[in-house]
């Protein structure tokens, strides 16, 4: 084997995925067909889920500190939720994917693992030991494991021939990323009387400090042919049409057109083989919710494959990513699709749908309906299905981060191996077999015991007698 898991694709997801594996121990050859690094911003708000995430490694505050990274407010086609903002320790916040994406690719080069540029796949073979890869430049890698993270149009998918079944786009918008006139709005969904739309939210700064916006456009007569080129005029029209005068458009650094398409991959596991990130699930990209469920998709696998190299993981582990993660996609595609809706891109005024935008609005001023959507978008509201949900509200869900004393449960994650909450010292004799992959926390007096998944998932707490079954369930046989 040249190596244990071959990841083709180095966007967010892959890069996730390669810094998984790594802790845990697990050689990994990272290629893109790419040259070299994209520059373009592509998705732009980070979820709380995922900054959680990025904390229980280490990596949010390194992240972070590189620039002025706003906080925003949580919307739902275009409604502003305001009564979700203090909920989450971790805020949404605004960071380009492509801040995000080199942030990541440095900090697996100063771990020793270089991503390798201009690697075109061009086939494909798996046996009962591992995956054989070639390459247009004649390069052949042999691995225990691949997974496909070459985005929406997946090159391993297509060589699969695995099913991505879904709705072809309909319609387009357009995206940009520019800098406007001072009077700009920070964030922004605002409508015409006439159904023309814009959607401006913030991303930082530019070089020299300025600020940036991610701008959408839509409405009447908007939606154009994929590969029709975004001119500056039509973006001036568009905000015009919106906005009067009162906005002026000063640079247009990324434009493109982007569609209302949503498939989804039938299957996430193929042998050897796996799907993650756009090569598992393409939507209309609102909310950044591509990026955020692919970097999940990349947390949720990397820690089992991990365990199926190193021998411990029970049968059933690697199927469970497919079991766990393609129900929360296919949850994204419907939200998406409910928002896209709502958010009348071609600018119809239809009455009868302005009728349900209005209803919806007003069920949205009340605080469980903001809380039920905050916890669709920002990931904290996603619950595996496992042993113990029915009986105990903690299992399935995201950890909460408890104050440990010296440290919070978070920082206890950031070894990638799973973690025991033990505040009594009463599992130690239990919990000892599983010590080289379990780490047991003996501290936080009052806290409730918990097991904790490399991924940061709850998968037991509560009864004593079901502990040593989850351990198995989830750790395999002991030592």
């Known amino acids: 084997m040249d190596t244990d898991v071959l990841i083709v694709g180095a966007g967010p997801t892959g890069l996730t995925l390669a810094n998984e594996l790594r802790l845990a121990a697990v050689s990994a050859v990272l290629v893109d067909k790419l040259p070299q690094r994209s520059t373009l911003s592509k998705a732009g708000g980070v979820q709380s889920r995922t900054q959680e995430a990025f904390d229980q490694r280490g990596l949010l505050e390194p992240l972070l500190a590189l620039g002025n990274h706003p906080v ?38 100063a771990q020793g693992i270089q991503v390798r540029r201009d690697h075109e796949l061009t086939g494909i073979a798996q046996d ?33 021939g695995a099913e991505f079944p879904g709705r072809a786009g309909t319609r387009t918008t357009v ?7 001072d009077d700009e709005p920070a964030m922004t969904h605002a409508r015409s009387d006439d159904g023309h739309w814009a959607m401006v939210f913030p991303l930082g700064t530019d070089p020299q400090g300025r600020p940036l916006r991610r701008l959408s456009l839509g409405g009447p007569g ?98 469970t990513y497919h079991a766990e993660r393609h129900p929360v996609a296919a949850a994204v595609l419907r939200n998406v699709q409910a928002q896209s809706l709502l958010l009348d891109q071609e600018g119809t005024r239809d009455p009868d749908l302005m009728a349900v935008k209005e209803l919806f ?3 949205t001023r009340l605080r469980d309906v903001q809380y039920h959507l905050d916890d669709t978008l920002s990931g904290m509201g996603i619950r595996y299905p496992m042993p113990g949900t029915e009986e105990q509200p903690l299992v399935g869900l995201p950890s909460p981060d408890l104050d440990l004393g010296p440290v919070r449960s978070h920082e206890l994650l950031r070894r990638g191996r799973g973690v025991l909450i033990d505040p009594a010292d009463r599992f130690a004799e239990v919990a000892a077999p599983w010590g080289d992959r379990v780490d047991r926390a003996g501290q936080g007096a009052g806290t409730e015991p918990m097991l904790i998944r490399p991924d940061g998932y ?11 079954p989850a351990l198995g369930h989830w750790f395999g046989e002991p030592r």
């Open 222 to 319: 908007r939606s154009l042919p994929r590969e029709a080129p975004v001119t500056e005029d039509e973006i001036r029209e568009g905000l015009r049409a919106v906005f009067g005068s009162r906005v002026k458009l000063l640079e247009v650094r990324y434009a493109r057109r982007i569609t209302n398409a949503a498939r989804q991959a039938a299957r996430y596991r193929h042998g050897r083989v796996f799907l993650a990130g756009d090569a598992a699930h393409v939507h209309l990209p609102i909310g950044a919710q591509g990026m955020n469920t692919g970097i999940q998709d990349a947390l949720n696998l990397g820690w089992k494959l991990g365990a199926a190299v190193h021998g411990w993981a029970p049968g059933h582990l690697l199927d």
């Open 72 to 109: 925003g407010t949580a919307h739902f086609a275009g409604i502003t939720l305001p009564l979700t903002r203090e909920r989450h320790r971790h805020p949404w916040r605004s960071i380009p994917q492509v801040v995000i994406e080199g942030f990541l690719e440095r900090h697996l080069a």
């Open 458 to 468: 709850v998968c037991w707490a509560g009864n004593p007698d079901a502990l040593e």
């Open 175 to 181: 995206a940009a990323d520019v800098r406007l006139s």
């Open 361 to 363: 609005a007003a069920l």
């Open 128 to 160: 009962g030991d591992g995956v054989t890869a070639t390459f247009a430049d004649g390069d052949v890698v042999r691995s225990r494991y691949l997974v496909a993270a070459d985005g929406g149009h997946s090159t391993v998918r297509a060589l699969l």
